[in-house]
């Protein structure tokens, strides 16, 4: 079932559900909040894991089974070739996040600074979009649906962000009455 070039078939299968679980993780909270089922909370770590999983074992199946742990050749390729390049910096931003996905990080980071930390997801799902992307140069179709979910992922957290603050914007200032005349 692997076909004439089994590595690239491993290699494109883990790439693939690297991507649908970083876009899965990054649904839950959209999906949380608009159909009003809190308890999908327990599920963004668990995802963000499988990302991180398949993240790695679609960069050993590169540093292994395609360059045979020729680091110089592995280098190279990463300065070389842009899609790798950024590829190699989607799969370093998941690495800190897998770190510390546990309890025990979060108390030690503290909720705000893990948040923060936490939301270098995006980056690391826009990174490996555009790997993606810059990869297949003439069938655009999975990349490009990829893009369309992280797209609109990025609106919904764009507009809960942005809403608050324009609503404080066109709310009337409240009227202070002169009282000393």
């Known amino acids: 079932m692997l076909g ?3 590595i690239e078939v491993i290699t494109h299968a883990t790439g693939d559900w690297t991507m649908r679980f970083l876009l899965i993780t990054l649904s839950i909270t959209p999906l949380r909040r608009l159909l009003g089922i809190p308890a ?3 599920f963004p770590r668990m995802f963000g894991l499988y990302a991180f999983f398949y993240g790695l074992l679609h960069f050993m199946t590169w ?3 395609d360059k045979f742990f020729d680091w110089q050749e592995m280098l190279a390729d990463v300065v070389k070739r842009k899609f790798i390049t ?3 910096l989607g799969f370093l931003l998941l690495v800190p996040l897998a770190v ?3 309890a025990g990080w ?4 503290g909720g ?3 948040q923060r930390l936490h939301r270098l997801i995006y980056v690391s799902a826009i990174a490996g979009v555009i790997h993606y992307a810059w990869l297949v140069k003439a069938d655009l179709r999975k990349p490009l649906q990829y893009a369309a979910i992280l797209g609109v992922v990025l609106l919904y957290r764009i507009v ?4 608050p603050k324009f609503r404080e914007r066109r709310m009337p200032a409240a009227h202070s009455v002169d009282v000393s005349g």
């Open 4 to 6: 004439a070039n089994p």
């Open 40 to 42: 999908l909370i327990r």
């Open 63 to 65: 540093l292994w089974l």
């Open 86 to 88: 950024v590829g190699m």
């Open 100 to 102: 510390t996905s546990t």
């Open 106 to 109: 979060i108390r030690r980071l």
């Open 112 to 114: 705000k600074n893990w």
């Open 160 to 163: 809960v962000w942005v809403a």
